[in-house]
């Protein structure tokens, strides 16, 4: 029986660029960052959250050879290939206006809904993000 979701995945073309936007920006931190000689295996968490990983992945071996990369790249250069990933806040409103200041791509305002507070960004690579405060 499965019980919980402990690493997902996003691919990023730079992953310095990736650690200064998910760590400086948004305030994630440094889980692992080894090299394994034929990849380097990087990942970031929320703090006090230990459980939960994102893997901050460059397109290439092992998990796709060199071909496919290319295209990978190819298609998160154009926005046509990034991920999703969703974050929660206890304070919505206070997150938006920081990174609104910190210059990020802001891809859908800051609204309440049914199930809370959210909104949405894009990280330098493509990938979407939601960050929300949920209700209740």
């Not at 650690?19 to 295996?41: C, I, K, N, P, S």
């Not at 990280?123 to 949920?134: E, K, L, T």
Request: charged residues 25%; negative net charge; hydrophobic residues 40%.
């Amino acid at each position: 029986m499965l019980t919980h979701t402990r690493l997902s995945s996003i691919f990023v073309l730079d992953q310095d660029q990736a650690v200064d936007f998910y760590v400086g920006v948004l305030g994630m931190e440094v889980r692992t960052d080894a090299d394994l000689g034929f990849m380097r295996w990087l990942t970031v968490g929320v703090p006090g959250d230990p459980d939960r990983e994102l893997l901050l992945e460059r397109p290439g071996p092992p998990s796709m050879d060199d071909a496919t990369a290319g295209q990978v790249r190819d298609l998160l250069t154009r926005g046509a290939a990034g991920g999703w990933v969703a974050l929660a806040t206890d304070d919505a409103q206070a997150m938006y206006d920081d990174l609104v200041a910190k210059g990020v791509d802001v891809t859908d305002e800051i609204s309440a809904k049914d199930y809370g507070t959210d909104f949405g960004i894009r990280d330098p690579f493509g990938n979407r993000i939601r960050i929300g405060q949920m209700a209740g």
